[in-house]
């Protein structure tokens, strides 16, 4: 598969021409827009859409049956399922405007795309906390610092984490007004951070709509790798929002969203039954894991 989809039509100059000349039209109909970053924008959408139209010689009954796919994502979305943000995710659009807008720096993490399930107003808890409230799941030892890229602390960064169930669930998802698996916290005067968390299993992204349809009529699967969602601020940084992967996971290849980078795969280390815990806590013979994240933040870009 090379980068270009499509096969070079045979037409006749004729019918290039008259296609060629409606792409001009509708480009100069943007001319005068009065902002020049809408102008570029919807220009070069329209170069782009019509170049694809073109490409793949859409057909009219393919056209009415994309309008119809947009329609079913309109009317399944609502304040809690956004099929919008899915179709972006499975397209690596959200991934590639990520790409585009956090562009490295220096020794920064990377960032990743967001997702749906972020709430605001998640719990606070202190350093050492735990995140799970009644989610199921192992529990994992999660511990790093927050630098700056020349790797000074930034003391008190605020750290948003969340994450799915053992069952692959997000509080979110169910009936009930449950909160667990996410909360948020601060780091300490010399940037570090530590907190219980569960160790992230690999679950479906929603897949009874549209996009799950189209997953289904590609080939395609619904499974994300295993993962736990960060979002961390800071005054004068920019904001990182991102998650780690667990080291081994055979999906960290085939993620749905594309959002998987090598730098933020994790040793999750598996500790048998019995053994110590960090801070002394008592898990009842149950196994547990260990990681670390290290957080480097770019400077926040004026
Ligand atoms: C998630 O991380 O939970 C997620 C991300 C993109 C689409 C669906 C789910
Ligand atoms: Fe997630």
Not at 118 to 135: H, S, Y
Not at 162 to 180: I, K, M
Not at 278 to 288: A, E, Y
Request: hydrophobic share 40%.
């Amino acid at each position: 598969m090379t980068e270009t989809a499509g096969t070079a039509p045979s037409i006749s100059a004729e019918q290039a021409t008259v296609e060629a000349e409606l792409t001009r039209n509708v480009l100069r109909s943007f001319e005068d827009c009065p902002d020049p970053r809408l102008k570029q924008v919807m220009q070069a959408l329209v170069q782009n859409l019509h170049a694809f139209i073109r490409d793949v010689r859409l057909t009219e009954a393919e056209w009415n049956r994309a309008i119809d796919f947009l329609t079913a994502a309109g009317h399944i979305t609502d304040d809690k399922r956004q099929e919008f943000i899915l179709l972006s995710d499975v397209l690596g659009a959200s991934m590639q405007t990520i790409n585009v807008s956090n562009e490295a720096y220096k020794n920064a993490t990377e960032a990743t795309v967001f997702g749906p399930f972020f709430v605001d107003d998640a719990p606070q808890i202190p350093i050492g906390g735990d995140i799970a409230g009644d989610a199921a799941g192992q529990p994992c030892w999660v511990e790093g610092t927050v630098k700056d890229t020349d790797g000074n602390p930034v003391p008190g960064a605020r750290i948003e984490v969340w994450e799915a169930d053992e069952d692959g669930f997000y509080d979110v998802q169910y009936a009930d007004s449950r909160v667990a698996g996410r909360a948020h916290l601060f780091a300490d005067q010399d940037g570090n951070y530590s907190f219980w968390g569960l160790t992230p299993t690999p679950y479906p992204i929603p897949h009874d709509g549209p996009v799950g349809k189209m997953l289904e009529a590609t080939g395609r699967s619904p499974m994300r790798a295993s993962h736990l969602h960060f979002m961390v601020a800071a005054p004068g940084k920019r904001t990182l929002v991102t998650h780690i992967f667990v080291t081994g996971d055979n999906l960290l290849t085939c993620d749905t969203v594309f959002g998987v980078k090598q730098s933020l795969i994790k040793d999750f280390v598996e500790q048998p039954a019995g053994t110590p815990t960090p801070d002394g806590r008592g898990l009842d013979g149950q196994n547990w894991s260990r990681t670390r994240f290290d957080i480097v933040l770019a400077p926040e870009i004026p």
